[in-house]
């Protein structure tokens, strides 16, 4: 299994019980057009989530965030993990140089023996927890035939598929195979309800299927939001080169397999949409 996942797996597993975080309490980050921000939380970040990557550039580096906002009024928030916490805040449109936010620092708290030596183990037995439901659970997608692509087009594979009490965790692999940079986002997901089977699901499950082969079911998107979250290892996948990312499918344990569809957006080449059965 691509390692990359793993972190993000173990963190959400890490998380699943903490306090909520409402709006009202989250601190706000001034910022300004054509100057840096940084954030300073004293320990490696292993994780980041933002709503809006396209007004605001993010890049991790260390235990520090560089973040640079790339549009007028633009808004969003941003979470942060690390190891032992989770740090989320609001970031306001750009304003005033004046008044922005040059350096945010979040250091965190000394450390008080007996909670804190507890809270570690607990976190040390939720990781290693974590860390083995994702490396004994996850199962391989199966390609339903080879791809054939020309010389100027990207390609997405589906590479493993575990499910969680979170939801469907599914990895990824993006190639560029065409002469311009390809900018990754987190895919839009819909669930396809067949009017037909004229091959059982539970034959095709864990398979990536072909258009062919899904024109076959006449399925139709059932009409209801899918939520989904996820990160990928670069946003910009540059000629010849690849990536790797993980979606999480917030969905109820299924019994019986599922048809989704996952759009990755647009090429120079058509829509990158591919679907699998889980």
Do not use: C
Not at 75 to 99: C, F, H, M
Request: glycine share 6%.
């Amino acid at each position: 299994m691509n390692r990359f996942w793993l972190p993000a797996i173990v963190l959400f597993a890490l998380t699943a019980k903490a306090q909520n975080i409402n709006f009202q309490d989250l601190p706000h980050i001034h910022t300004a057009l054509h100057h840096l921000t940084a954030i300073d939380l004293g320990e490696p970040i292993q994780f980041i989530a933002a709503a809006d990557l396209e007004s605001f550039q993010i890049e991790r580096a260390g235990d520090k965030v560089l973040l640079q906002p790339l549009k007028e009024s633009a808004t969003t928030n941003l979470i942060l993990w690390t190891a032992s916490r989770q740090v989320a805040y609001e970031l306001d449109a750009p304003g005033d140089v004046a008044k922005m936010n040059v350096l945010v620092r979040n250091l965190p708290a000394s450390p008080r023996a007996a909670a804190d030596a507890s809270s570690a183990k607990e976190r040390q037995e939720g990781a290693a927890a974590a860390t083995s439901q994702a490396m004994l659970g996850a199962q391989n997608i199966v390609a339903e035939q080879p791809l054939k692509l020309s010389p100027t087009e990207v390609s997405v594979s589906l590479l493993h598929v575990l499910h969680t009490g979170e939801g469907t965790f599914l990895q990824y692999e993006i190639v560029n195979h065409s002469t311009t940079p390809f900018r990754v986002t987190t895919p839009s997901i819909a669930r396809l309800l067949p009017s037909q089977t004229p091959i059982s699901l539970l034959a095709l499950r864990n398979h990536q299927i072909s258009p062919q082969t899904l024109s076959g079911f006449k399925a139709k998107p059932d009409g209801t939001a899918t939520t989904v979250t996820g990160e990928s290892a670069q946003t910009d996948v540059s000629p010849g080169a690849s990536t790797s990312g993980y979606v999480l499918v917030h969905r109820s344990a299924a019994t019986t397999p599922e048809i989704y569809q996952l759009n990755f957006g647009s090429s120079a080449s058509g829509a990158l949409v591919e679907t699998v059965v889980i």
